[in-house]
């Protein structure tokens, strides 16, 4: 996939995650932290999982250091939360900014857990980066909806179809 796809998709990335906080904007902190269902229990869980993965696929690609996996806990409200999306998000921008066509060949190694090492071209996990927040975008969506809240869509063909 070309780079301009792949500038493309993280457009589309952080597109959707600003029109998700807008829907998370209307809930109280106590609903944003309930522990509703789902792999990481709350809708905040959820979307820091969702921060740190992203930024934690950059890091594997050659970018800027995460460190240990952000924390729920260091998250305690939307505001919070936002904050440090805004923050990754520049950083992938910068990150993505800095690639050649050649970059995005590159194989690296990667590690997830105590897995085995395994191989990627850096194409290949800044896209996975894009498809594991949709993944977990729709499990936001099916949280808000247990609780009485229309998240809207976000999908690719509404992003391609928007106005301005």
């Given amino acids: 996939m070309p780079l301009r796809s792949r500038e493309r998709l993280l457009d589309y990335n952080h597109w959707a995650n600003g029109r998700l906080f807008l829907v998370l904007a209307e809930l109280t902190d106590e609903e944003f932290t309930r522990n509703v269902a789902g792999s990481y229990g709350s809708i905040r869980n959820t979307m820091v999982h969702l921060l740190s993965a992203e930024w934690g696929w950059i890091e594997r690609c050659g970018g800027p250091a995460r460190g240990a996996a952000l924390k729920a806990a260091d998250h305690p409200t939307l505001a919070s939360v936002i904050a440090r999306w805004q923050e990754i998000e520049q950083l992938a921008r910068e990150f993505l900014a800095s690639l050649t066509p050649a970059d995005l060949e590159r194989t690296v190694e990667w590690t997830l857990g105590d897995a085995p090492p395994r191989q990627s071209r850096v194409g ?12 977990h975008r729709g499990q936001v969506a099916l949280l808000l909806r247990m609780m009485g809240h229309a998240p809207g869509n976000f999908d690719l063909l509404f992003y391609d179809q928007r106005e301005g």
């Fill in 124 to 135: 290949d996990l800044l896209e996975h980066g894009v498809i594991h927040a949709v993944h």
